[in-house]
């Protein structure tokens, strides 16, 4: 597992970010039609539609089933009342700068087009605080459009997604992007889909800490290419996965990392190797 370091990514064999820029109101701007609930309107909060997002008015209930599902490992639920309160008490975190790429805008259509992102919230984002929606929409405006972004998800449901992908496409190249607790749901994804000798090309864990015990209690499934872990600046990745890159988010705050400008840069190289 090798930590690269944002000087050492200008070495790696793709064409380099260019310098820093502002992105924030393109990255808002993507996004800007999608619908914002009345409920969250004064929070800012990005509210993209999914195949997997619930009505304002299920949010709650169907937030819970789905959390309850996903801490089912001994050990998972710890923590998960602080969790929460660190999440509602927080407020929007912002996106400040990022690096736009521009080698991405010169890829072809069609390049773009055969990569398949995955954006998967963290369960317990329930006013989408990290904007992880902002993220996938500003992909999709630079022209990765099949970017996706799942509210809520389970392990057999993005297993079952991979394998419609492989079957109307088996040369998609396929990317699954977790913030913090989705990384168990990218985990039993994995595990269902190694079963068939099924594979994905990317996998990328947003600051998870939930996955860290799940790795030392049972391994991590190695039916991927790549894994790149992008943590804060002061938080340990996770260790034991296989086939993987650290990346760091330069902020001790959980909440910013999803969207921070280091999270864009580092997702923007690795969907252009894939494009390559």
Not at 145 to 171: I, M, T, W
Not at 262 to 267: E, Y
Request: aromatic fraction near 6%; proline fraction near 7%; hydrophobic fraction near 40%.
């Amino acid at each position: 597992m090798k930590e690269i370091s944002p000087s050492e990514s200008n070495r790696l064999p793709y064409p380099p970010i260019p310098a820093p820029a502002r992105i924030s109101h393109q990255l808002f701007a993507a996004a800007g039609d999608a619908p914002h609930p009345a409920v969250f309107s004064h929070l800012g909060v990005l509210d993209v539609p999914s195949s997997t997002t619930p009505r304002p008015s299920d949010r709650k209930r169907h937030w819970a089933r789905h959390l309850a599902a996903l801490a089912s490992k001994s050990g998972e639920k710890c923590g998960l009342g602080l969790l929460i309160l660190l999440l509602v008490a927080a407020g929007c975190a912002t996106v400040g700068e990022s690096t736009p790429d521009s080698h991405i805008e010169t890829l072809p259509a069609e390049a773009k087009a055969s990569v398949h992102v995955i954006f998967v919230n963290s369960p317990l984002d329930v006013l989408q605080i990290g904007r992880l929606a902002g993220v996938a929409s500003y992909f999709r405006s630079k022209g990765f459009q099949n970017s996706s972004f799942h509210y809520l998800s389970s392990g057999p449901k993005l297993a079952g997604e991979v394998r419609d992908l492989r079957r109307e496409d088996d040369g998609a190249r396929v990317a699954l992007v977790a913030w913090s607790g989705a990384s168990l749901w990218v985990w039993d994804a994995l595990k269902e889909l190694d079963e068939t000798g099924a594979r994905v090309d990317l996998i990328v864990y947003l600051d998870s800490n939930w996955i860290k015990k799940r790795v030392a209690d049972e391994g991590h499934p190695d039916n991927f290419d790549r894994a790149v872990l992008i943590y804060r600046s002061d938080n340990p990745p996770v260790e034991g996965v296989p086939n993987s890159v650290i990346r760091r988010a330069e902020t001790i705050n959980h909440l910013a990392v999803a969207a921070h400008p280091d999270t864009v840069r580092a997702l923007g190289e690795e969907l252009a190797r894939l494009a390559e």
